[in-house]
């Protein structure tokens, strides 16, 4: 049961993940259309009959239906300029948040208080010769995996103080978890594919449900035996 259980939030987070990075995909080739596809410029105007145009009227018709063609071309760029700029500076505001975020987390670490692995008992102590330990005191609610490089196991101090040492081993069983299966980098990844389309309800529902997903797997891993 257990098994099938990690199996199936697995399979929801792949299948999230490739569709952010289908999307993507798509994003990629409407952007490279234009110069990748033949131009449409030479392609006649088609009437409501299905009929080609006259090459006199179609020429003729920006003029007819707008009094010129500078009419006609000064309108678009306007409105998608419009969109550009409120696109760039939203995404702009997510990118800052993100790296407001890691830089208050590269705070905490580097003024935070090494712990030594001394207090691991078991299997748990040599798998966790790789990662270092950082009790912080800051209130953060949970402890979390962090550093690409240095791969660092944050603990709050108030949970450091309030649970026993069992209680410990299960939450630092749960981040060496994540460690081992790289997720990390996952996580990383997701936050990647989710910034073209940060505008989404649906990427947004995406990436929380990857996240959640990746969560449920780890929980049921780290509880298994071992």
């Not at 259309?33 to 179609?58: M, N, Q, T, Y």
């Not at 209130?139 to 069992?166: D, Q």
């Not at 989710?194 to 649906?202: C, I, K, M, R």
Request: charged share 20%.
């Amino acid at each position: 049961v257990l098994v099938r259980s990690v199996a199936r939030a697995r399979m929801r987070m792949w299948v999230r993940l490739a569709a952010l990075a289908a999307a993507v995909v798509v994003l990629v080739g409407l952007l490279l259309a234009p110069r990748v596809l033949p131009s449409l410029s030479h392609i006649r105007l088609v009437e409501f009959g299905g009929k080609a145009a006259d090459p006199a009227k179609a020429a003729a018709m920006p003029e007819v239906l707008n009094g010129g063609p500078d009419t006609v071309l000064s309108l678009a760029p306007s409105g998608l300029a419009i969109l550009t700029a409120g696109y760039l500076l939203g995404l702009c505001l997510v990118v800052g948040q993100g790296l407001a975020s890691w830089w208050r987390v590269r705070r905490w670490v580097r003024h935070g208080e090494e712990v030594p692995v001394d207090w691991l008992t078991g299997p748990l102590a040599e798998s966790a010769g790789k990662v270092r330990f950082c009790l912080i005191r800051e209130s953060h609610g949970s402890p979390f995996l962090t550093g690409w490089i240095k791969p660092t196991i944050v603990l709050p101090a108030s949970l450091w103080l309030r649970f026993p040492p069992r209680v410990l081993h299960d939450v630092v069983r749960h981040e060496l978890t994540h460690f081992r299966r790289g997720d990390l980098w996952w996580h990383s990844l997701a936050a990647v594919l989710f910034l073209p389309f940060y505008f989404h309800p649906a990427a947004w529902l995406l990436r929380a449900g990857f996240v959640r997903d990746l969560e449920i797997s780890c929980d049921e891993v780290a509880a298994g035996p071992g």
